[in-house]
């Protein structure tokens, strides 16, 4: 993925406005220009452990922490700074200059009020290397900085209060699989069912839940049934093209296998952990509730494995007076409402 830096940067133009918020961003940035246009953004100093951040790491570090200020993050959306990160992240080959900067973009997106997330989201070339990471990354940490950023974008196209989505061509373009190559739910599924760093399995099931929701949404809106009726295509058929079934099914599986490691306190970290169950539940019910995958489908030994698991971690809780936590309520809430979706069909 080729990208060049956009015409803004200079290495006069941070200095342009001497406020107090430009003070401060303009010399990071102004070491981050540097590096890119002088070809140094992975040197390493001689003698130094190639493990230790670089100088260039560590002003990414302090563009990490920029970026999450509100008032500094304005400074540098108004230079196109995420461009810059986005062509620091396809020049380097050091994993943890791609994690920094996927980092500093996901903190930047999160000020979606102030009109910065969404104007990160009309940059396709954003999405797109989102795509790339998630088609040749392999490092955990670049993929969780990656999947918070998609988790921001997705997570502020869904209005929960009047639950309702808000379709945006790009989101849906990303979410489309492209010929010749793995689906982004093919890729999460793939890093649900195989890592073993818990923050990424955290993020991944949340965005994978919103994921589901989303394209649930647009596969259903009004336009689109109108768009259907007009070229006579089956609505099963256009939901089944952000998805493949051996997918769905492979998260279910999954999915009761967790649980019922869950249930027994031998989950990720040797022990109970409320978060990941709660998102693997919330998971498995998006994919029933909007029929991507039947009980039928699933069979009967696996819906009556989830039976037995939800009931033991509900009894677990239940049973836990001393350390009820916030999560407690909504996994009870979620396990009844799983069941109920298993037993309507049983």
Not at 58 to 86: E, G, I, P
């Amino acid at each position: 993925m080729e990208l060049s830096c956009p015409s803004t940067f200079s290495n006069q133009m941070f200095f342009q406005d001497h406020d107090r918020d430009t003070a401060i961003v303009a010399p990071i940035m102004k070491k981050l220009v540097d590096g890119v246009l002088q070809n140094a953004v992975d040197d390493v100093p001689d003698g130094s452990d190639p493990d230790d951040d670089s100088p260039f790491e560590r002003t990414l570090c302090a563009a990490w922490d920029t970026c999450s200020v509100l008032d500094y993050a304005r400074v540098m959306a108004t230079a196109q700074s995420h461009r810059l990160l986005l062509k620091i992240v396809t020049v380097t080959k050091r994993p943890r200059t791609r994690e920094l900067a996927m980092g500093a973009l996901a903190n930047l997106a999160c000020h979606w009020d102030a009109g910065i997330g969404p104007m990160m989201l009309d940059d396709m070339d954003v999405l797109k290397l989102c795509r790339s990471v998630l088609w040749h990354e392999n490092d955990a940490r670049v993929l969780l900085e990656t999947s918070r950023l998609l988790n921001t974008f997705l997570s502020c196209s869904i209005d929960t209060s009047h639950q309702t989505i808000v379709e945006h061509d790009h989101l849906t373009e990303f979410l489309t699989p492209v010929s010749m190559a793995p689906s982004v739910f093919h890729q999460y599924t793939s890093i649900i069912c195989n890592t073993l760093f818990s923050e990424l399995l955290l993020t991944s099931l949340e965005l994978m839940t919103r994921i589901v929701v989303y394209t649930n949404a647009i596969t259903h809106s009004l336009a689109r049934r109108r768009q259907r009726m007009l070229e006579g295509e089956a609505e099963e058929e256009e939901q089944e093209v952000f998805f493949d079934k051996a997918d769905t099914l492979a998260l279910v599986k999954w999915g009761a296998e967790r649980l019922e490691e869950e249930g027994h306190g031998v989950g990720i970290g040797m022990g109970f952990n409320r978060g990941i169950a709660k998102n693997v539940m919330h998971l498995l019910w998006a994919l029933m509730a909007y029929n991507m995958v039947s009980t039928a489908e699933c069979g009967s030994e696996m819906t009556n494995c989830l039976g037995q698991s939800m009931s033991r971690i509900v009894s677990y809780i239940q049973e836990d007076e001393y350390e009820s936590r916030n999560e407690d309520e909504d996994i009870q809430s979620l396990a009844h409402a799983l069941n109920t979706k298993l037993s309507m069909a049983s």
